[in-house]
């Protein structure tokens, strides 16, 4: 049966046409050198909400894991029109369509005071905790949740081949990489991409565009082999595992 999202209601701030909106000030922790929202907190963001929108079907956290399951993401983008300030307030808005065979499209939009000043669109799947597979899927019962909005951005597409050299470095999977899933969390690659450059990048250029391919998690002790590109205003990071690919992501800079 369809499932359209309910009402608002004060608790849990579902929107009225199914979607959910949490707000947050952005703190001291959440923003870089340049007093900017982090591509790594906005992506721990997206997850909390989704999280927490989840959670109002019986999808959540706890519930997954009763049946064995975590939720992982295997498709991402961002597209930021600009990047929030330390102390500004931004709305981050999050709702879900049909899934599609196995995976679950999931969107997001952030405003500061109801100006629009980026967008997300995330696949996610589900993760068998045991044999770390793709799980059929298990919806609690929902056969199906959808919302009214239309997506902001396409779901994450391709990433671009890049003929430019490469320099490669290597990455150990260490404490402060891990979730409670016990491998590298989303967010985390977003850290190693931006880490992958000198901090005059960033007082000269904006990072604006970011799509990434999650092909197979990294688990405590692994160690990754980071190969960079950079072509311009266009940069693309590859990761690799004793030989085996883990993840691709690319991003786009502009000019400040």
């Known amino acids: 049966m ?11 701030g579902l929107g009225v046409n199914g979607f959910l909106e949490q707000t947050r000030t952005l703190r001291a922790e959440d923003v870089d050198l340049n007093g900017e929202w982090r591509f790594a907190e906005i992506f721990l963001a997206m997850q909390e909400a989704g999280g927490e929108h989840c959670d109002q079907f019986g999808l959540g956290i706890r519930d997954l894991r009763a049946q064995n399951l975590a939720w992982v993401v295997t498709r991402a983008r961002v597209k930021m029109e600009r990047l929030p300030k330390l102390l500004e307030t931004v709305t981050v808005r999050t709702w879900p369509k049909p899934p599609k065979h196995a995976f679950f499209p999931r969107y997001y939009q952030f405003f500061v005071r109801g100006v629009p000043v980026g967008a997300a669109s ?14 059929a899927p298990w919806l609690g019962g929902n056969d199906e949740l959808t919302c009214d909005l239309e997506p902001p951005l396409p779901l994450p597409g391709n990433l671009p081949a890049l003929a430019a050299p490469a320099e490669t470095v290597t990455r150990e999977a260490c404490y402060s990489d891990l979730d409670i899933n016990g491998h590298v969390n989303n967010a985390r690659y977003l850290d190693w991409f931006c880490d992958c450059f000198p901090t005059g990048q ?21 160690t990754a082999e980071l190969t ?22 690319s991003g786009t800079w502009e000019k400040r």
């Open 202 to 222: 960033y007082q000269t250029n904006r990072l604006t565009d970011v799509t990434i391919h999650y092909d197979r998690e990294i688990r405590a002790g692994e």
């Open 228 to 249: 960079l590109q950079k072509d311009g205003a266009l940069t693309l990071l590859r990761g690799a595992c004793a030989g085996a690919n883990c993840f691709a992501m």
């Open 122 to 135: 995330m696949l996610y799947a589900q993760l068998e905790l045991t044999s770390r597979r793709m799980a």
């Open 2 to 12: 369809k499932r359209t999202l309910p009402m608002k209601n004060e608790r849990t």
